[in-house]
């Protein structure tokens, strides 16, 4: 089993930037493609990127060109960057093991706790 383990949230005025990092442990061979997700009060929870272990990457419309997902195979470490930030991207963010079946991301592994985004207006 792995682990992933989210931080790096805080409050932020609209056009700041933050960076959240995805710590994992544990059974870190079996990571394939990470995931963040977000998901607002009342909202459900939303794809925002995914990076394989080769680096392929993909961006929900909503974020592309504000935010950059990234990792560190050697650390085990992923990242999203995340600018020009809006009031709408205030969520809890959260990071998780998964894979691509075709064109579909399927998250496989357990929710971690997530980490809190709050953007002001």
């Known amino acids: 089993q792995v682990q992933l383990v989210e931080s790096g949230g805080g409050l932020v005025q609209a056009g700041g930037s933050l960076t959240l990092s995805c710590a994992a442990s544990g059974s870190t061979f079996s990571i394939n493609t990470i995931g963040w997700y977000r998901q607002a009060p009342g909202k459900q929870r939303e794809l925002v990127a995914t990076i394989t272990r080769g680096g392929r990457i993909n961006y929900a419309d909503s974020v592309k060109g504000r935010f950059t997902i990234s990792r560190d195979n050697v650390k085990n470490t992923a990242y999203l960057q995340m600018n020009s930030l809006k009031p709408e991207d205030t969520a809890v963010y959260y990071c998780?093991?998964?894979?691509?079946?075709?064109?579909?991301?399927?998250?496989?592994?357990?929710w971690g706790q997530g980490t809190q985004v709050t953007v002001s207006s």
């Open positions: 998780i093991n998964g894979q691509y079946y075709g064109s579909s991301y399927i998250p496989n592994g357990s």
